[in-house]
């Protein structure tokens, strides 16, 4: 199996601050990674997928990079609404599996 | 608007079964993978199944291997997870998730709000 690593587990920022979260997977996938965003009592939503790509509908300040086992998520310009805990998740091979999640906090 | 609605949780004893059903509209039901995801209290996502667009390739968790069975009705529109012997490490919300694309391998775009699983005596 796969094991996604995600840090950091946590991170508390200011509204503006540019914020970067990162997974690692246990062996190279390729791009095929997505980040999801949930917020609590809620179903996730996906905000990355294919380790770059946009979804449509998602703000601009969210981004993704990365290849092989290595990527981030960058929040360019942390806003109030983007409380919330993120998680990445590998769809290169079964099981599917997904970090421990990073839980992003407003200051 | 693409929508899935989850049924069938609830409190089951250990030992217990549960058939979890997930009403999907507003998309192509037989063209996508679906996937059931499912979340402990104040744990982590744990994908749990999947399904392909056809309905002829499965694949689970070591997790629930041999205990739970994921299948589809294209008829029906609605994606089914039978869970058997169920045990308290079951107990979690259980999300019915639509994949992106028609690859079983992917990731996914829709979730259904859940549904709660508790396992308790």
């Known amino acids: 199996d796969i094991q996604m690593t995600q840090s950091p587990s946590s991170v508390s920022a200011s509204v503006g601050d540019r914020v970067t979260i990162t997974c690692r997977a246990s062996r190279g996938i390729s791009v095929w990674l997505a980040w999801y965003q949930q917020k609590p009592g809620k179903a996730p939503k996906l905000l990355i997928y294919g380790a770059s790509s946009l979804e449509s509908g998602v703000p601009s300040r969210f981004s993704g990079s990365g290849s092989g086992t290595d990527f981030t998520l960058t929040i360019s310009s942390l806003q109030p609404e983007d409380s919330a805990t993120y998680y990445c998740q590998q769809a290169n091979s079964f099981p599917l599996t997904f970090g421990g999640g990073t839980n992003v906090e407003i200051k | 608007e693409v929508q899935l609605l989850e049924s069938g949780g609830g409190l089951v004893q250990p030992g217990g079964s549960l058939r979890l059903s997930c009403a999907a509209s507003?998309?192509?039901?037989?063209?996508?993978?679906m996937s059931w995801v499912r979340q402990a209290p104040g744990k982590g996502l744990e994908w749990v199944s999947a399904?392909?667009?056809?309905?002829?390739?499965?694949y689970y968790a070591d997790s629930v291997k041999g205990q739970f069975t994921i299948s589809r009705d294209t008829s029906k529109n609605t994606l089914y997870l039978q869970m058997n012997s169920l045990r308290g490490e079951d107990t979690a919300v259980y999300y019915c998730a639509k994949g992106q694309s028609g690859s079983s391998l992917d990731s996914v775009d829709y979730w259904g709000q859940g549904t709660l699983v508790t396992v308790s005596s």
């Open positions: 507003g998309f192509t039901f037989s063209t996508y993978a």
């Open positions: 399904i392909s667009a056809g309905g002829g390739s499965t």
